[in-house]
């Protein structure tokens, strides 16, 4: 009967060092979840950086963009200018083309001998295409 006091209290022992070690592992867990938070929380400021510098690159190229954009409206002005100036030069050459023409219809008969050259008029009405100038 000695042996059963002995025993229980080595019973009792056995149980508050596994009660301890229980309670130990339930006292790391928390400190393992507020690590995964930490690790977390970092993962969405970085996520949080990237959102920002990638708003920042939007915005820059957005604005180069626009530059962009009005040098090609003014270089499209520009050559909008210069095919009008193109049209008036070619206009103004046509009639130069008439007078000449008016000139040598009033010279003498040796020019109507030499073999007749086509004119720019006569070109160009070719290459629109026939007739439509």
Known sequence: MTYLPLLSDLLLV???????????ALSRRPDDTSSDDLASAATIAALAKQVE?????IRANASEEDDHAARLRAE???ADDRIGRMEMLLSSLESLEEDATARLMETPDEVDAAPRMPSFRDLRVA???GGQA
Do not use: F, H, K, P
């Open 127 to 129: 290459q629109v295409g």
């Open 53 to 57: 510098d990638l708003q920042a690159a």
């Open 14 to 24: 056995c149980a508050t060092v596994a009660v301890a070690i229980w309670c130990r």
């Open 76 to 78: 499209t002005d520009r």
